[in-house]
């Protein structure tokens, strides 16, 4: 039955959560974009007890095995995207500093055994700030994570795994090994020769010998979030580290590995979504704000012939912003409702991507030399804007994605 | 909690529909457009779906399950199969939403027992005015209040099957407010052109420009009594279907410039295989899932009784650029065949265009 229904539940929650981006975000905002790499303590300090708290109960009800059985929708992919939509309207660098089990964790939860769970992720139920990572991209592997060339490699002396390779833009990837008792996730290959189907992740943890963040980004935008380049430098971790089977199946059943990590992207790619409608209306209130004390409201009875340009530039920055949030909502609920959203999460990411970008761009044309200025924060939400139309896949993989679902193509047919 | 698949009822509907858009009305469509005229049978095949009688509650012969949402989702599933089809089955809506959402208990009780009857009432409804200023909200055709009557002055355009309309609802600028009025066709004053308007698109559809001069109605005939009408209402209802419609014809344009593109062989193999192509069909898929969560999000306001004349607005500027875009990505998939007249897709470009200008040309 078709409903636009939020539960209650989760308005009441984003009241809190809006209450963090008002007061803490916005106003440590400016001062990390300009202080890049430096820890964002106020925010952390902020969220870890509640995370942490959060967590914790999460953990011990699945120990127990008392994992309810589900009836109906699973709301609570529903209430992550709206409050990263929140959070990321209060500071979208500082939300991705958040300090929790993030995409490596998820990937722990999604295939690891419960030794596994109990092992890596019980750090985030207690004591000091933790952080997960994912670490997937290589110089020489961006759209293409096929290619990656870190390797795996089993000590079957000592049953290591002996991890060799680069790996860049690793959101967190410092605060996860550096700066907390963190681990991030590896992806690395166990087999050069089998293509996708070597691809394995392998849990890395802090403190692990032969493991180095060679570098810090600086980036255009997010500046509060680390981004870090990774080496492994003949690296040993145990051998159960690895998430999930380490068996190459050969061309019949082939390369499970390689679609456990796209399958990932099925859930964070309507979270980065999120992420870029939170920016967009951000820029899109101040705005319209900004814009009304000079007098300039629109005026929605007016037909479009009576509005002015910069009148029609708003509607047209709200009517797209409407479409790509509908399109995010729509990717979390068939989630929610235990359906494949494959095709929903890489159009709402292509299209939530491209139009903050646009959004936020325009948003500093009609705010004129103050929408430039760095008094406001507009002009750090166009560059923070940007990456959402890069990362989880650049617009151009995730249209290829779209393509190829409604062609009904393979990869080999649609390149 | 938030869900975007249709209830079982609206399944049904829309296969029902679907049938028919797919069966008969797409087997003659191009045709149509050609000669200006949708067959009969094809009017009254459409009728029988029996949307309107649905809708109209059950104290005036109807099932009284109304739905806006329901709605949309039937306009688009009637528009996918033509657009100027779509519009002559549901001109009979015209005159009963209106009457249902604003008449008075009298209106309802004389005009809603003729909407479930076996065949479509000859009525129909009169809102664009030809101007290039054309504001609903602000009309230039005005209703000046006299003696217990009504008096109408003005010129009305794209007012569908007039010639054969016995009762006209004309909407006027009364005191700057529009304003709605129960005209029957042979009253004074009120004359509809010999020639049929002659438009881009939807030349199936015939419409005509009707005249007001000094044409005077009984005061009783002004929609919803004293009160009159909350017009905004009315709009945001109409733009939900014609959102809907848009959406539907869309989707048919994507359909077929997909299926073209996956058989159509050029270089050695079908020209879906190259990214310039396959990108505009994504993008193409992407605008109208888009359009379409838009409309229903409206439609879903106004179910739950709230204004949606903020939702609808910004509804309608988005859906009316994406149904055009998408209908000029089908002509240039289609390439040179777009062009030529007897593939369908130069007909959903021409038709496209026209949704900035359809105010008033369906409601549900």
């Known amino acids: 039955m078709i409903s636009f229904e939020i539960p209650e539940f989760i308005t009441n929650e984003l009241q809190m959560v809006k209450m963090v981006a008002e007061q803490v975000m916005r106003q440590y905002a400016r001062y990390y974009d300009e202080h890049e790499h430096e820890r964002p303590v106020e ?42 939509e929140m959070l990321s309207w209060g500071d979208a660098g500082l939300y991705l500093s958040t300090p929790d089990p993030a995409l490596g964790g998820a990937a722990v939860e999604a295939v690891g055994t419960p030794e596994q769970k109990e092992r890596f992720l019980r750090r985030f139920t207690e004591g000091e700030p933790k952080w997960g990572a994912m670490a997937m991209t290589e110089p020489g592997a961006g759209s293409d994570t096929s290619a990656i060339r870190t390797t795996a490699v089993l000590d079957p002396e000592t049953n290591e795994w002996i991890l060799n390779g680069e790996k860049i833009f690793c959101t967190n990837g410092s605060l996860a090994l550096e700066e907390s008792d963190g681990f991030v996730v590896v992806w690395a290959t166990v087999d050069p020769s089998a293509g996708r189907a070597g691809m394995k992740p392998f849990v890395v943890e802090a403190g692990t010998p032969g493991v180095t963040i060679a570098k810090k980004e600086h980036k255009m935008g997010i500046r509060a979030s680390d981004t870090a380049a990774i080496v492994f430098n003949n690296a040993r971790i145990p051998y159960d580290n690895i998430l999930g089977s380490p068996e190459v199946q050969q061309r019949d059943g082939s390369t499970k590995g390689f679609k456990g990590a796209m399958r990932t992207f099925d859930a964070s790619r309507p979270a980065v979504a999120a992420s870029a409608m939170g920016i967009a209306r951000a820029a899109l209130e101040f705005t319209r704000d900004k814009l009304a004390e000079e007098g300039i409201v629109v005026d929605y009875t007016k037909p479009k012939h009576a509005l002015t340009a910069v009148e029609r530039d708003l509607l047209e920055m709200e009517a797209r912003h409407r479409a790509a949030w509908l399109l995010t909502l729509r990717a979390a609920a068939v989630m929610a409702y235990g359906r494949s959203n494959r095709l929903e999460a890489s159009m709402c990411k292509a299209r939530a991507g491209e139009t903050v970008t646009w959004i936020t761009q325009k948003a500093v044309e009609l705010l004129g030399p103050l929408g430039y200025s760095r008094e406001w924060l507009v002009e750090k939400w166009m560059r923070d804007a940007k990456i959402n139309d890069i990362y989880e896949g650049t617009k151009q993989i995730n249209t290829l994605i779209v393509a190829r679902s409604i062609l009904g193509y393979t990869r080999h047919e649609l390149k | 909690m938030m869900d975007f698949e249709l209830d079982q009822e609206q399944k049904m509907l829309t296969e029902a529909i679907g049938r028919f858009a797919r069966e008969r009305v797409r087997k003659v469509f191009r045709d149509a457009d050609e000669e200006g005229k949708i067959p009969a049978d094809l009017v009254q095949a459409g009728w029988e779906i029996g949307l309107l009688p649905t809708t109209i509650p059950e104290q005036y012969g109807g099932f009284g399950e109304y739905s806006v949402v329901t709605g949309a989702v039937a306009v688009e599933a009637f528009a996918w199969g033509d657009l100027a089809t779509t519009f002559q089955i549901l001109t009979p809506n015209l005159v009963a939403v209106p009457v249902m959402l604003a008449g008075t208990n009298e209106q309802k009780a004389q005009y809603l027992p003729l909407f479930c009857g076996e065949t479509p009432p000859r009525v129909t409804a009169a809102l664009t005015e030809p101007t290039i200023k054309y504001d609903p909200r602000c009309l230039q055709t005005t209703a000046v209040p006299e003696n217990g009557h009504y008096v109408l002055n003005g010129v009305k355009a794209y007012v569908p099957l ?21 005209i029957p066709r042979h009253t004074e004053g009120l004359t509809i052109d010999d020639d049929r308007e002659k438009l881009m698109g939807i030349r199936a559809l015939p419409t005509y420009r009707l005249h007001l001069d000094n044409c005077r109605i009984p005061a009783e005939n002004r929609l919803g009594g004293q009160h009159g009408i909350d017009f905004n209402r009315i709009l945001n209802h109409s733009r939900v279907a014609l959102g809907a419609a848009a959406v539907g014809m869309a989707q048919a344009a994507f359909e077929y410039a997909r299926d073209y593109a996956k058989q159509r062989v050029q270089f050695g193999e079908p020209i879906a295989h190259r990214q310039s192509i396959a990108f505009m069909l994504a993008e193409m898929a992407m605008d109208v899932d888009a359009a379409r969560l838009m409309v229903w999000e409206t439609a879903w306001l106004l179910d739950k009784g709230e204004d949606a004349t903020r939702a609808a607005t910004v509804m309608k500027t988005y859906v009316d650029d994406r149904v055009l875009d998408v209908a000029d990505r089908a002509v240039q998939t289609l390439g040179g065949y777009g062009y030529i007249r007897e593939y369908p897709a130069e007909l959903w470009l021409r038709n496209a265009r026209g949704f900035a200008m359809f105010d008033g040309l369906a409601i549900v």
């Not at chain 1, 300090?45 to 120990?63: L, T």
């Not at chain 2, 054969?164 to 407010?177: F, K, Q």
């Open chain 1, 43 to 84: 925010y952390i300090q902020i969220m870890w007890p509640v995370i942490r708290e959060q967590y914790r109960q999460r953990f011990e009800k699945q120990k127990n095995g008392d994992r309810p059985k589900r009836e109906g929708p699973d709301y609570r992919v529903l209430r992550l995207i709206m409050i990263i």
């Open chain 2, 162 to 182: 007039a010639a054969e309309a016995e009762l006209v609802l004309v909407y006027a600028n009364e005191n700057g407010r529009t304003q709605a009025f129960l």
